[in-house]
């Protein structure tokens, strides 16, 4: 075992909004500081709930209206206020042209949320990594070309930070050399860390791999994007920026 690495595979994993729905009034953030977030019954620091939010929650929030540096967050028959500080907070921008009942995904590297939708109705949102720095992650709206189990990714020839990793589960590739896929060798999400890709944890690659087209027939290992299924939808913004169409669509 001396000479055996045994990779601290994260065990974070995203809000599925399947089985709690998002308020329709409601946005989204995420606690960023690494000592958590503290509730107060008002918004101030004179009623201290004795609750604190850890790093990484996914929270909906709500305005406050008298004060901007606070956030309202619903807590069952009460509301509690967050610093707005203690959150990183998510931007909405007007979706795709995308069918009602048609996935597509959201990826801000502003707030290192990824999110699935269908139509307007948001799915599951967790915690990415994109590019660190030396390094990008194009913004552009793409599609799902392929989907593979399993897929070997490596550095380009040459590369300074070179690197090989084989059989990297879940994997779906948007765009030459660009995927979404899991990542067991970090615990970073939330934070930028990939070579250019949008990592995930394999928990979280998993449950977006299910839920995006191609969609895989049993048994099988490897799809690509064809006439009748030509891919999920993936557009990578950063705030309110968003680049230009780059899909790749099926050759028939």
Same mark, same amino acid.
């Not at 139509?119 to 709206?141: E, I, N, R, W, Y």
């Not at 589960?169 to 949008?198: K, L, Q, T």
């Not at 995006?212 to 891919?231: F, L, N």
């Given at each position: ?71 309202? /967050? ?7 206020? +967050? ?14 042209? +995308? ?49 593979? /189990? ?47 890709? /949008? ?36 557009? /990578? ?16």
């Amino acid at each position: 075992m001396s000479d055996v690495y045994v990779y601290p595979v994260s065990r974070y994993s995203g809000r599925d909004f399947r089985i709690f729905p998002k308020q329709e009034d409601s946005e989204l953030g995420w606690v960023n500081d690494p000592h958590g977030a503290e509730v107060y019954w008002s918004a101030d620091q004179t009623e201290p709930s004795g609750l604190t939010l850890e790093r990484r929650r996914i929270l909906e929030v709500h305005a406050v209206e008298e004060d901007a540096n606070w956030v309202k /967050i619903p807590m069952g028959e009460v509301d509690g206020f +967050v610093e707005r500080s203690k959150l990183r907070l998510w931007e909405s921008v007007e979706a795709p042209t +995308v069918g009602d009942d048609q996935v597509w995904i959201d990826a801000d590297i502003a707030s290192q949320m990824f999110s699935v939708f269908e139509g307007d109705t948001l799915l599951f949102t967790t915690l990415m990594s994109t590019a660190k720095k030396g390094h990008v992650t194009p913004l552009g709206t793409y599609q799902i070309y392929d989907k593979a /189990i399993g897929w070997d990714l490596g550095s380009r020839e040459g590369a300074e930070d070179a690197y090989y990793m084989e059989d990297v589960p879940f994997v779906m590739h948007y765009y030459p050399r660009y995927a979404i896929h899991s990542a067991f060798w970090h615990d970073n999400f939330g934070e930028p860390a990939s070579h250019g890709c /949008i990592n995930l944890t394999p928990k979280d690659a998993w449950t977006v791999y299910q839920l995006v087209s191609p969609r895989m027939p049993e048994g099988w290992q490897y799809i690509k994007q064809h006439k009748a299924d030509e891919g999920t939808i993936v557009r /990578i913004r950063n705030g309110q920026k968003v680049g230009p169409s780059k899909k790749i669509k099926p050759k028939y």
